[in-house]
């Protein structure tokens, strides 16, 4: 709240640079704990659908913010609207509060009066979890393979319909929602397309889809980069949401908050590789950046399911 409270106050460049990393510092204590918790109140018989719903919704408003954000700044203004986005922060905490505390309360009791280890030995021990684990750890490295391809679309697509197709703001924010409505749909459907334990088949056709998809983005007129995006979107759902699903499934539960943290610490580590690659395609070849980041995205995606695939555990009679 405060950190977005001071945005409508920044003058200079180095200023955002500050105030967005603190940010992600903040979100980086959320984001673990909020996927950490719903295998913890959610039946495991509806767990799939519960992060489907989870992932649909946070698709959906990735979709409706910029365009409610978009009518307020007409209404009162690009500074303005930031207090206003604050405030919502006040609210959401308010309705954290009201929640019944016994509700909440879902540390198992034999793990409760135990000596706890050091937060080094968490992370460490998170790590451990996260690498050891073959169906979470091929899901970790198919979701670098859909970073590349996400960076790409998130920093090279306002190049591409504003330089390549010389459109507007307007129909950038159209292709960009065609994106979202496509994750948004697959977060829906994910749990029934793919029930295996190793959910292998979705995230290999999800990175498969979405480095195809990306491969023939500069060579698109508008109406087809809309549906190809639709079908991206789709892709990069089938790639991602896995890996919180068999973290809930596969780990214990009182070490999913250790591996949860794990993994997004990873996941963003991959992105953080993944966005300086997107912005040199984007100005070394500008005309072809598509084509060559799917063609990385699908030759990894070859290394990946060669050497990190899940290999079938042979029971012993």
């Given at each position: 709240?405060?950190?977005?409270?001071?945005?409508?106050?920044?003058?200079?460049?180095?200023?955002?640079?500050?105030?967005i990393?603190?940010?992600?510092?903040?979100?980086?204590?959320?984001?673990?704990?909020?996927?950490?918790i719903i295998?913890q109140?959610?039946d495991k018989?509806?767990?799939r659908?519960?992060?489907?719903?989870?992932?649909?919704t946070?698709?959906?408003l990735?979709v409706?913010?910029?365009?409610?954000?978009?009518?307020l700044?007409?209404?009162?203004?690009?500074?303005?609207?930031?207090?206003?986005?604050?405030?919502?922060f006040?609210?959401?905490?308010?309705l954290?509060?009201?929640?019944p505390?016994?509700?909440?309360?879902?540390?198992?009791?034999?793990?409760?009066?135990?000596?706890k280890?050091?937060?080094w030995?968490d992370?460490?021990?998170g790590?451990?979890?996260?690498?050891?684990?073959?169906?979470?750890?091929?899901?970790?490295?198919?979701?670098?393979?859909?970073a590349?391809?996400?960076?790409?679309?998130?920093?090279?697509?306002?190049?591409?319909?504003?330089g390549?197709l010389?459109?507007?703001?307007?129909?950038?924010?159209?292709i960009?929602?065609?994106?979202?409505?496509?994750?948004?749909?697959?977060?829906?459907?994910?749990?029934?397309?793919d029930?295996?334990?190793?959910?292998?088949?979705?995230l290999i056709?999800?990175?498969?889809?979405?480095?195809?998809?990306?491969?023939?983005?500069?060579?698109?007129?508008?109406?087809m980069?809309?549906?190809?995006?639709?079908?991206a979107?789709?892709?990069q759902s089938?790639a991602?949401?896995?890996?919180?699903?068999?973290?809930?499934?596969?780990?214990?539960?009182?070490?999913?908050?250790?591996?949860?943290?794990?993994?997004?610490a990873?996941?963003?580590?991959?992105?953080?590789?993944?966005?300086?690659?997107?912005?040199?395609?984007?100005?070394?070849?500008?005309?072809q950046?598509?084509?060559?980041?799917?063609?990385?995205?699908?030759?990894?995606?070859?290394?990946?399911?060669?050497?990190?695939?899940p290999?079938?555990?042979?029971?012993?009679k």
């Amino acid at each position: 709240m405060v950190i977005v409270g001071c945005l409508p106050f920044v003058t200079e460049e180095w200023q955002i640079y500050v105030l967005i990393f603190l940010m992600n510092v903040f979100n980086a204590f959320f984001s673990p704990t909020y996927r950490a918790i719903i295998p913890q109140i959610v039946d495991k018989s509806i767990y799939r659908q519960a992060i489907g719903l989870s992932a649909a919704t946070y698709q959906l408003l990735g979709v409706l913010g910029p365009g409610l954000a978009g009518i307020l700044a007409i209404w009162l203004g690009a500074r303005e609207i930031f207090f206003v986005d604050a405030a919502t922060f006040v609210i959401a905490g308010i309705l954290l509060l009201s929640l019944p505390k016994s509700k909440l309360d879902v540390v198992p009791d034999e793990i409760e009066g135990k000596i706890k280890p050091t937060t080094w030995q968490d992370v460490l021990k998170g790590i451990k979890l996260l690498f050891s684990n073959q169906y979470v750890r091929f899901a970790l490295f198919i979701e670098f393979v859909s970073a590349i391809a996400g960076a790409l679309i998130l920093v090279n697509t306002i190049v591409l319909v504003k330089g390549g197709l010389e459109l507007t703001d307007k129909d950038y924010g159209i292709i960009m929602a065609a994106f979202a409505i496509g994750a948004m749909v697959a977060a829906f459907v994910s749990g029934a397309i793919d029930k295996s334990k190793s959910r292998r088949i979705s995230l290999i056709i999800g990175a498969l889809i979405l480095g195809v998809a990306i491969s023939f983005a500069n060579y698109l007129d508008f109406s087809m980069l809309f549906i190809v995006w639709i079908i991206a979107g789709l892709g990069q759902s089938l790639a991602e949401i896995p890996s919180e699903t068999l973290i809930g499934e596969t780990v214990p539960v009182e070490e999913q908050g250790k591996v949860y943290g794990s993994h997004f610490a990873f996941s963003h580590l991959w992105w953080a590789f993944a966005y300086p690659l997107a912005g040199f395609l984007g100005t070394t070849y500008p005309n072809q950046s598509f084509l060559y980041g799917g063609i990385i995205t699908l030759v990894l995606l070859v290394l990946v399911v060669i050497f990190l695939r899940p290999k079938k555990i042979k029971l012993k009679k």
